[in-house]
């Protein structure tokens, strides 16, 4: 008699909408099953597969909601700002929308006409879009104005018959499928056909059957190899700037499944890809884990904190993603546990990451990368006053029409209590507040009270005084400081360039925490300087009896990255011609030792942060040009941009008329 366990799994497997080939797998894994005690450890294997086989979705997917307005309205209520990604975000759903409405086209051949009739009939109603030639000339002149997918010919045909066109199509269409169909049917023209090129042959009468099958199959395979074709979307940007909620946008819009999953701290190829089936404690991986519970074999998953994967000697998990994210293997990924090809290729991958820089080469590579850039302080306020604000109030219990913040008190949270691009801190800021004053409520007796409004002062009085005073501009011109702009992970920042001399022996000293780069900035600057000395009427022999010390202060804070070459440049020209430097103009660039100024990054944060200190003129190298118009008006807005080749033109710009 058949053990109960085993009649339950054989029904399993007839009913499971599974392809055959892994209904034959799991098949056989049923008879090995059938010969093993049923309390022994190998049988636990074998029952724990098999009921993981069975639960994956193989055939189980949702159908995409292709409307492009209805996306773009759901990108515009879930996030203020971010323009450029959603522009970016909307162009690639439109590719996807066209190839989702756009029907694939088939070429009957045939000289009779009844048999390309019937066959253009069948195909129209399976929701092809049809086109029929009644000999091979005639198939070329269509196949010229429009290619076809698949070709469906006949063999004997006059004046081009199909093995000629079989050869003209695959000279001059090489994408094009070729189905052969002969009423002469040999073993002599099936070989001559596949090796001309035909991807399949079916001799007279056609069954109708297999031929649907095998023009659905084909037609799969090319939606496989053409699906989003181009490369995973990368959000890459500092943190709290919205990638993960784009991506929940993002499958919200296409009306599919999401899933989220952090690769932060994850170091072991198994976890990703599963362990094999060889011990009692084995599972599959990360991905067709989460495909399991998502129920669809094509949800929108976003690989969170890609840069933060750990590679060291014992293995590199980030090289499983070479596989996973490219179109050209996905489609028969293989988990060590499950041992048998899933199909990936319609899944939606998005990748995050804060330093696109730490990935690997090959993987960026097969990825598109969309910057995140920081939110300027008119797009926090506005988020805090239409979102955060009344998410927190009504999170806490308390009556958003009781409780009012004032723009003034919300920029003090913003300027006081948070220093980041994104938004996170400025959320957690908020929550605080609201818990404050959800116990202040209790305690005073009731939990709703009257209607409070809270300023700057009404904030410093339940969260204490500010965290942090952002770094103001000097105001009197002064010889020797130079104020420079750079990017950190929490967004721009302005820098001092401070430089002395002293009697000495040729010693440049710097101190202030620097990089490797930022030094041989300094060492940079300063030869150019000895060697264009008469330029700048300075003695030749300065360095000769002088020490030169450059500092940067807040010397506990680590600072290096390639853009204050021409900070450095323009402080030490300060001192020594002695001409002071205006400390309303902040400069960012980098320059070569023959003075040219190369181009840096993070020119949105670095414009924000010198608005906020209060500098009114900023030097960008020329070669940002491009990038400088590219920004919004409420970004430079109060700010002069001056643009420069070269170090010649910076003392006019930047050093006070003699």
Request: proline share 4%; hydrophobic share 45%.
């Amino acid at each position: 008699m058949i053990p109960h366990h085993i009649q339950d799994l054989q029904k399993r497997i007839r009913a499971a909408a599974i392809p055959s080939s892994v209904r034959e797998t799991a098949t056989q894994e049923l008879e090995r099953l059938s010969g093993m005690d049923r309390f022994a450890p190998e049988a636990g294997i074998a029952i724990n597969y098999l009921e993981f086989l069975l639960s994956l979705p193989w055939e189980i997917v949702t159908r995409d909601n292709l409307d492009l307005a209805r996306a773009q309205a759901i990108l515009q209520a879930r996030h203020l700002g971010l323009d450029t990604v959603k522009e970016r975000v909307l162009e690639f759903l439109a590719v996807k929308t066209l190839r989702g409405t756009s029907r694939p086209k088939i070429l009957v051949v045939d000289d009779e006409e009844i048999a390309r009739t019937n066959l253009a009939y069948v195909f129209e109603k399976d929701g092809y879009d049809v086109s029929m030639a009644q000999n091979g000339l005639e198939a070329v002149y269509y196949m010229h104005k429009q290619p076809a997918d698949i070709v469906i010919t006949d063999l004997k045909m006059e004046r081009m018959d199909g093995i000629q066109l079989l050869g003209q199509i695959r000279k001059q269409w090489p994408d094009t499928s070729v189905i052969m169909i002969t009423g002469y049917a040999t073993v002599d023209t099936a070989v001559t056909a596949l090796k001309e090129g035909a991807d399949h042959y079916l001799s007279k009468p056609v069954n109708l059957t297999k031929l649907r099958e095998r023009v659905r199959d084909m037609m799969d395979a090319k939606e496989r190899a053409s699906h989003l074709n181009g490369p995973v979307l990368c959000f890459t940007g500092p943190p709290g700037t919205g990638k993960t909620s784009i991506g929940r946008a993002i499958a919200e819009a296409l009306e599919r499944k999401f899933v989220r999953f952090s690769l932060a701290g994850l170091r072991d190829e198994a976890e990703l890809r599963g362990h094999r089936r060889t011990y009692v404690g084995a599972m599959a991986g990360r991905i067709l884990t989460e495909i399991q519970k998502a129920g669809v074999r094509n949800p929108v998953i976003m690989l969170d904190e890609m840069d933060k994967i750990i590679q060291d000697f014992k293995g590199d998990a980030a090289s499983v993603f070479l596989e996973v994210l490219d179109p050209e293997q996905n489609a028969a990924f293989v988990d060590h546990y499950l041992d048998i090809p899933f199909d990936l290729s319609s899944v939606m991958f998005i990748a995050t990451a804060n330093m696109a820089e730490n990935l690997p080469a090959p993987l960026l590579d097969r990825m598109e990368l969309i910057e995140f850039s920081s939110y300027t302080l008119k797009e926090k306020e506005a988020i805090a006053t239409r979102f955060l604000v009344p998410a927190q109030l009504k999170r806490h219990g308390l009556n958003k029409e009781l409780i009012t913040l004032t723009d003034e008190g919300i920029r003090s949270l913003i300027l006081g209590y948070t220093r980041e691009a994104g938004l996170r801190g400025l959320e957690k800021k908020i929550a605080s507040l609201c818990r404050k004053l959800a116990r202040q409520r209790v305690e005073q007796g009731g939990s709703t009270g009257g209607k409070e409004t809270l300023d700057a002062r009404g904030i410093a009085a339940l969260l204490g005084s500010p965290f942090y005073t952002r770094t103001r501009a000097l105001t009197a011109p002064r010889v020797g400081l130079a104020t420079g702009l750079v990017w950190t992970e929490t967004g721009g920042e302005i820098i001092f360039v401070e430089v002395a001399r002293m009697k000495g022996n040729k010693q440049l000293i710097l101190t202030g925490s620097l990089g490797d780069v930022l030094r041989e900035s300094a060492q940079a600057a300063l030869s150019y300087l000895r060697s264009n000395a008469d330029l700048y009427r300075i003695d030749p022999g300065f360095f000769e009896v002088s020490d030169i010390h450059i500092h940067l202060p807040s010397g506990g804070v680590s600072k290096d990255g390639p853009s204050a070459g021409i900070t450095i440049f323009v402080a030490l020209l300060s001192l020594l011609t002695g001409r002071a430097v205006r400390q309303d103009v902040a400069l960012s660039g980098e320059m070569t030792l023959l003075g040219d100024i190369l181009p840096v990054g993070g020119v949105r944060e670095k414009v924000l942060a010198a608005s906020q200190a209060g500098i009114r003129k900023i030097v960008f190298p020329q070669k940002n040009d491009l990038v400088i118009k590219g920004l919004g008006n409420d970004v430079v807005q109060g700010v002069e941009i001056v643009l420069a080749d070269t170090v010649r033109e910076l003392a006019d710009i930047v050093l006070v008329a003699e």
